[in-house]
């Protein structure tokens, strides 16, 4: 479970301060399915950050599981990281001279997974999003859709309790954007991960639970009643 | 996965890695030509010196000549004319002492029991000048004219002039080296080969034998069994030595006490020739036995490399200022580039780097892939350079260019031995430059290799550790 208190993350360029998040306070429970709205520059990516332990608050606290990410040591942060959370990015981030499998085995890398089990893992998940055919693909061989699920397959293979998503339709067109929705939330169900995701996209944030939406900084929380 | 990744980075990437390791190559292939050419000069020089001194000696102790007295030294030669009609040859050798003022027996031990001293070893050198052939006096001749002498001026006798007579010799110069024949480790005969006969026994302390070096008993027709007489004594010519060189120190060699007896100097030596206990500390025995044995000048073989001259001299000075600095300043340029390309590298995967932390990767891992990426192109370049240094020696060592090397010169009467035992005057000797590969020098290019790939890791290494996983991402957007 996350909780955020009074969490500010301010940038300072030149002479201006920007206010990204401003004294946020959000709790998150176990298994939820939370979208983040809100217009460009709001601080959306930014909390998405400060939840998945890849930048620290300048005030506040983004405890996990009753950890406070914001005091961690870096080494801390990164075990953390490495074994808890697992992150969807837009433009899918996988690495170009890796195959499928490869990419998938680099999130097994730092929890010092032997090499025959590493790959084994690698192929199930991939097998578990549909590319069970593409294991010693290329990234530049594939689909974009094919890529998201190869970036899905490596955010989960690991097993985290959340799940992050930084717009992970965002590149895609509207039937894949569909079919990934489809994979994600039906992995959602399997491993009732946390499901936390940033769009843009009105279609998928009438389909969340729980809609959250950030202007300047601050935070606004709605309860959808449809679904 | 770590060399699976880096593999196929560098696959990926391989016209940047390519420039990476053609200018390390490039560098590292100049350090070793650089270096093999240097250790051919030296070679080169070490034969030079060693055609003066011999193998082994590290030094020589001597006594600077005195200013010559004039008439004192300088040889005469007198001879009887003949009777009329008596055309037998006549002749006379001078045999001096060469070169520097000699030094008492005494003085060999004594330097021999300074600290550091290995073994010591005196030596006589000599040059004997031998004029033979015939004189034969004018004759008489009366005038059938008159009486009278047309010379001399009486006026009461015959009348008449002196008709003939006159002088035809050769004259012969040549050295002759005095060596104690129980150590034959250590002197100026070491630098020769036997190439017939034999060298001296241990036990031919005072023999009348002589080994005579391969040029001048090729000029004089001597061989193994031929007699040599000097000063009135015969020698039997045991053995024919040819000087590594091609230059000898002598014409040739006696044992020491033969050579003391015909130079009329007992229990002296011209030079004293040292070898040092640790070839390292030659400058601590230098000046022990400059303190210790007062008089004398000790001269090391790093003295006379200073006195060689010549296109050998110009050749080295050339290796070592000009080939040093360029091999150095391409290797840093190399260094620097493969510094600034790895980083500029790192710069443009900030996502890729990114995405790894965000997935857990420690810093130490991001950066131990990109200084081993940086590893290979620095091995692969190392070994490039090796590949194109060892070429560039052969081919050094194919054409083997001639260099002369003059030694001594001006120098040669302080005292020293340039020029070799007695020599005063500079001599020219023409070797061939190699350029010898040696393991130390492999070694050093694998060394420059590996300095290269952490050098240009480091560059990156450190980029890539200061990257945040944040800010990484956020080039996404």
New interface residues.
Partial sequence: MYELNNVTKRYTRGKDTVHALDGIDLTIPDGDRLVIQGPTGGGKSTLLQMLGGLDRPTSGEVVLDGTDLARLSEARLTRVRSESIGFVFQSFNLIPTLTAQENVETALVPLGIKVRERRELAAEALRSVGLGERLGHLPGEMSGGQQQRVAIARALVKKPKVLLADEPTGNLDEGTRDEIMDVLERLWKEHGLTFIMVTHDSTLAKKAPRLATLRKGKITVQENAAT | ?FF??LR??L??RRKAALVVASGLALGIALVIVVDSVSNGMGKAQDKVLQSLYGLGTDMTVTKAASASTGDAQRPRFRFDAQNNGDDSTQSSDRVMVQGFQTLSASTVAKVGSQSGVSDAVGGLSLQVLKVSGQFTRGRFQQNESGGGFQRGGGTGGPQGEVKGGGADFDVNNYSVYGTDVTKPGLGPLTSSKITSGRTFKATETDAKVVVADSAYAKEKKYKAGSTVTIKGVTFTVIGIATADSGDSAADLYIPLKQAQTLGDAKDKVTTIYVKAADSKKIDSVKSAIQRHVSGTTVTTSADLADTVSGSLSTASSLAADVGTWLSLAVLVAAFLVAGLLTSSAVSRRV??FG?????????G?VTRQVVGEAMVNGLVGGALGIALGLAGAYVVTAISPGLQAQVGGGTGGGGGFPGGPGRRTAKTLEVALTAPVSVTTIVLAVGLAVAGGLIAGAFGGWRASRL???DA??R??
């Fill in positions: 996965m699976t990744y196929r980075e696959r990926r996502r890729e995405t790894l932390k965000a997935l857990g990767w420690r810093s891992r945040r996983p944040a991402l956020r996404v957007e």
